[in-house]
């Protein structure tokens, strides 16, 4: 959905570096999520923002960290990146005020390698 | 431990046939379950929403029926069509924020 931008497509990293993958939208949304998606595994929650004050961990927030610099800004970082953190990551948006049930709207992902 | 089960062994139809993909959960109390298409290399795109006092909905050739005794929902595909072809996620909406998603379904559409 070209309304959730994310920023790179694709990345290939160092073990150890430190990356950081970056979501914009233009929905006007203000609720923003951060997942990955391995084989076999499903999408798995990393980080989750309400609105730009309220930052709340995931299932699998180990090793990452994440920054809300605008409504519409969501940044995601690896510290210190590693093996499997190798996966497909992808940046999602709902409105809380969607009474249809808080539809989620995911960007086109950004494939990341760790060696 | 909360757990959503989808059919991971992919589904090969026949074009015009109907596709029946299942979810399965335990130990949720959802208040609605989605369903969304994944192309490869994209990400989800929000099909079709069921609140747990709906039994059935549909959408031109979709129809999501969810049973909360069963603890299932049934999506359904008419005359299914090769553009058809894509996984198919389930997601169950549990609380204020809790998004649990299955690993998904990979429908293939044979003409």
């Known amino acids: 959905d070209a309304d959730v931008t994310q920023t790179p497509r694709n990345r290939i990293t160092k073990t150890g570096k430190r990356i950081m993958l970056e979501c914009s939208q233009t929905k006007g949304h203000d609720r923003m999520y951060w997942y990955r998606q391995d084989p076999g595994l499903g999408l798995q929650l990393i980080y989750y923002s309400f609105d730009v004050k309220d930052i709340n961990k995931g299932e699998i927030s180990d090793g990452y960290s994440v920054s809300r610099q605008a409504q519409a800004k969501f940044s995601l970082s690896l510290e210190s990146a590693i093996p499997n953190q190798t996966a497909l990551y992808f940046c999602a948006t709902s409105d809380h005020r969607d009474r249809g049930g808080e539809t989620q709207y995911f960007g086109p992902g950004t494939r990341l390698l760790v060696l | 431990s909360q757990k959503i089960e989808q059919n991971s062994e992919a589904l090969n139809i026949q074009e015009g046939k109907t596709a029946t993909l299942t979810c399965n959960y335990t130990?949720?109390?959802?208040?609605?379950l989605q369903w969304y298409r994944q192309d490869p290399g994209r990400g989800p795109v929000f099909l079709l929403l069921?609140?747990?006092?709906?039994k059935e909905k549909r959408k031109e050739r979709l129809k999501v029926t969810f049973d909360t005794t069963l603890k299932q929902s049934l999506f359904h595909i008419t005359a299914s069509q090769p553009a058809d072809s894509a996984t198919y996620l389930c997601?169950?909406?549990?609380?204020?924020?809790?998004?649990?998603f299955g690993t998904g379904t990979r429908l293939k559409v044979l003409a």
């Open positions: 997601a169950l909406i549990s609380g204020t924020y809790k998004y649990i």
């Open positions: 069921i609140r747990e006092n709906e």
């Open positions: 130990n949720y109390s959802p208040a609605y």
